[in-house]
């Protein structure tokens, strides 16, 4: 007798081709969740890194407002009447039309590396006197100098600008609102200080926040 042969079938192979289709298709689909989680992680990440750059940089000038040397503010005395208003209000928070845009201006110490040039330096002995001139000038025996500059944070178009010390630059970039908000509480004074980020490719929008205590006491707003 002659042994029949066997093998698959049309109905066995088309099954088996229909189970290798979706074990590909499942595949497929969960490397592109997982790519797409790799992006939207990517973004967040970088969202959180800008955020904390930026808030850390306005946090560091929101505590270095109205600090005026060594000697009480009452003591100044001003070569130049445009310095004696700045200093009447180094803390000044406008919204123009929309409430989720601020502008924050700020009479604050110039600090190291910020680049450019200080607006004001204030000369004082710390004992008796003390002066403010303008632009920077250099303290000589027992007189010291402090370089004093305005920041200015302006919310324009989708990005935070800064300006002072005759530079205007892009802080971050990608901003859907920017708001400030001096709060007097129990404790003292602080600003807080809201801002959202949005990533257009991936259309994602984050909140962040910090309030950022006023070390010096300033004039009411």
């Known amino acids: 007798m002659m042994s029949r042969q066997q093998g698959f079938g049309l109905l066995e192979a088309l099954l088996a081709l229909a189970l290798g289709l979706m074990l590909l298709a499942a595949a497929g689909q969960a490397l592109v969740s997982a790519q797409q989680a790799w992006r939207m992680q990517g973004a967040l990440s970088r969202m959180q890194d800008d955020a904390s750059l930026a808030l850390h940089r306005l946090a560091q000038d929101i505590r270095m407002t109205g600090m005026f040397g060594c000697l009480a503010a009452e003591t100044l005395e001003f070569t130049d009447p445009s310095a ?4 009447a209000q180094p803390l000044q928070i406008s919204h123009a039309g929309n409430s989720r845009e601020a502008t924050l201006s700020l ?7 910020a680049g450019g040039n200080p607006d004001w330096t204030l000369l004082t002995d710390c004992l008796a006197w003390a002066q403010v001139h303008p632009a920077r000038q250099l303290g000589s025996g027992t007189t010291l100098a402090f370089p004093l500059r305005r920041q200015t944070y302006r919310f324009q178009g989708d990005s935070l600008m800064l300006s002072g010390g005759g530079m205007n630059a892009v802080l971050i970039d990608n901003v859907r609102a920017f708001r400030a908000t001096r709060v007097v509480g129990n404790d003292g004074e602080r600003v807080d200080l809201q801002l959202t980020l949005v990533d257009p490719v991936l259309d994602i929008e984050r909140d962040y926040a910090l309030s950022v205590a006023l070390r010096n006491r300033l004039p009411p707003s």
């Open 84 to 87: 004696a208003q700045a200093f």
């Open 107 to 113: 009479v604050t110490a110039d600090v190291p590396g």
